[in-house]
T-cell receptor, first 111, second 112 residues
């Protein structure tokens, strides 16, 4: 069974731009969670989608949004990028929100 | 921020030594997970624990779900150079809406 895939793997943007990251979960998994990882803050939960609905949300500003499609693939969008948004963005999938399996991440650098 | 206390923060050990790290919380958890992350990659699930007192092994790794449900430990026996990386504990609990919460990680460095 293929693992979680994320695209792109690396991305460079400038302040004020917006970015969309994509995540394809393990086949059959309906829950997708997104995390931001930075050296200073560790792994921070962004949100979880299950069956196309946002089920849980972390403490991030509204510039961070996401969605999930009927095939469980998920996208995350960050608008009006700030320097502090530079991070590794991780997606994790699970059957129903339980044990999560992570993708390789998208490393975003904001200049 | 993190709600799990993971220790030690980092370890520098000799190849062949056994390693132990743990996570504690003031909350009761329903699930404990241990992950390893290599530089530039996503965390890889090592062991999942679902019942208080459960002791589970995966090769040289052994983890236990504490009987109080507020802690878990991970042991690595006979460490080798490829054990280098960051180890994270994670737990889920109704108190946090069953979201996974993570420890800050233990950085493991092995001297060959």
């Amino acid at each position: 069974k293929a693992g979680v895939t994320q695209t792109p793997r690396y991305l460079i943007k400038t302040r004020g731009q917006q970015v969309t990251l994509s995540c394809s979960p393990i086949s059959g998994h309906r829950s997708v969670s997104w995390y931001q990882q930075t050296p200073g803050q560790g792994l921070q939960f962004l949100f979880e989608y299950f069956s196309e609905t946002q089920r849980n949300k972390g403490n991030f500003p509204g510039r961070f949004s996401g969605r999930q499609f009927s095939n469980s693939r998920s996208e995350m969008n960050v608008s009006t990028l700030e320097l502090g948004d530079s991070a590794l963005y991780l997606c994790a999938s699970s059957l129903d929100g339980g044990t999560q399996y992570f993708g390789p991440g998208t490393r975003l650098l904001v200049l | 921020g993190q709600q799990l206390n993971q220790s030690p923060q980092s370890m520098f050990i000799q190849e062949g030594e056994d390693v132990s790290m743990n996570c504690t919380s003031s909350s009761i958890f329903n699930t404990w997970l241990w992950y390893k992350q290599d530089p530039g990659e996503g965390p890889v699930l090592l062991i999942a624990l679902y019942k208080a007192g459960e002791l589970t092994s995966n090769g040289r790794l052994t983890a236990q779900f504490g009987i109080t449900r507020k802690d878990s430990f991970l042991n690595i026996s006979a460490s080798i150079p490829s054990d280098v990386g960051i180890y994270f504990c994670a737990g889920s609990t109704m108190e946090y809406g069953n979201k996974l919460v993570f420890g800050a990680g233990t950085i493991l460095r092995v001297k060959s």
